[in-house]
Each structure stands twice: as structure tokens, then as C-alpha cells.
Nanobody
Framework: QVQLVESGGGLVQPGGSLRLSCAAS????????MRWFRQAPGQERTLVAA????????SYGDSARGRFIIFRDNVMNTVYLQMNNLITEDTAVYYC?????????WGQGTQVTVSS
């Protein structure tokens, strides 16, 4: 059974940091690229960051570049998103995604709220 379980979300003040985790099981993790998306109320789901199967290809959406870091641990089957200098516009549900060719898995999401 495929599972992607996100954790680490919560309420944080502007300027603060959070680290999201996504624990994967039920598939060959080190074959899949891993991505973080986010979706704010009334808005489309957008790509935040992506990392290749062996961490060789990393990319960021405009909103994340310079503030967020994506990294993965292929031994622990986990992908992380370190989020620094958070702003209110970062408030959203953050989703973990695994992709390999036409195969696509999603987590259930974790809420991040940036507010004073």
C-alpha cells in the first residue's frame, strides 16, 4: 500500500521557520522524483520545490527560491522541506508528491499557517 505521510506543519509567526517531512512507503522511493506543492484557499495547487531521485536535480518555484530548501534521505525514504523566513503568503496546505513516469502519488497534506 502506497503511503505519503506529511508532518511538521503548524502555526508560525512571520519570519519563523518550519521543516516539513514526508515519509514514503509502499513503493521504490529512490526511483521517484519528489516534489512539494502547496494550495491556498481558492487558489490552484502550485509547485514549491522538486528533487530528483538521487538528489541530482533540484528546482524551486519562484515563491520558494532563496528561502526554502528541499532535500531527501533515500535510506529513511523521506523528503523534507525546510522553510525559512516565512511570510503570510506562505499560508497553505502543503502536499508531498512522488512521480516516476506516468505514476503519481500524493500525500494528504499538512497545513502551514503563517500569522502573528
Amino acid at each position: 500500500q502506497v503511503q505519503l505521510v506529511e508532518s511538521g506543519g503548524g502555526l508560525v509567526q512571520p519570519g519563523g521557520s518550519l521543516r516539513l517531512s514526508c515519509a514514503a512507503s509502499g513503493f521504490t522511493f529512490n526511483r521517484f522524483a519528489m516534489r512539494w506543492f502547496r494550495q491556498a484557499p481558492g487558489q490552484e495547487r502550485t509547485l514549491v520545490a522538486a528533487v530528483g531521485s538521487l538528489s541530482s536535480d533540484i528546482s524551486y518555484g519562484d515563491s520558494a527560491r532563496g528561502r526554502f530548501i528541499i532535500f531527501r534521505d533515500n535510506v529513511m525514504n523521506t523528503v523534507y522541506l525546510q522553510m525559512n523566513n516565512l511570510i503570510t503568503e506562505d499560508t497553505a496546505v502543503y502536499y508531498c508528491n512522488a512521480i516516476y513516469g506516468a505514476t503519481n502519488y500524493w500525500g494528504q497534506g499538512t497545513q502551514v499557517t503563517v500569522s502573528s
